[in-house]
């Protein structure tokens, strides 16, 4: 049986997008702009990669990233944050989300 550590360290958020039929180009690039621009932005979001996936076995995503986020605890605000909150508002009707989290 795994160990469950809560706060114990580091987070790791994955991320990927498959694109809802009608998303446009300007709606795609404003999404990486914005998931970038949330790094400074965030407390304890310690790093942020996010990109077009290349991957031949991408199964229709489109989209993806990682964060790194100090603690459990840093992870659990960002979802409440104003900031990720005004994101979420316009980008999750465009897409079908996948997410993964999990302890570094």
């Given at each position: 049986m795994?160990?469950?550590r809560y706060n114990a360290g580091?987070?790791?958020h994955t991320f990927?997008?498959?694109?809802k039929?009608?998303?446009g180009e300007e709606q795609k690039l404003r999404a990486l702009a914005e998931i970038r621009g949330l790094q400074g932005q965030i407390p304890g979001l310690l790093e942020t990669w996010v990109g077009?996936?290349?991957?031949?076995?991408s199964q229709g995503y489109e989209l993806g990233g990682v964060m790194k986020f100090r603690d459990r605890s840093a992870l659990?605000?960002?979802g409440a944050h104003p900031v990720h909150q005004k994101l979420l508002v316009w980008l999750m009707p465009l897409?079908?989300?996948l997410?993964?989290?999990f302890e570094a």
């Open positions: 795994v160990e469950v580091m987070m790791i990927a997008f498959r694109w039929a009608g998303v077009v996936n290349v991957s031949p076995r659990e605000a960002y897409v079908d989300p997410e993964v989290d």
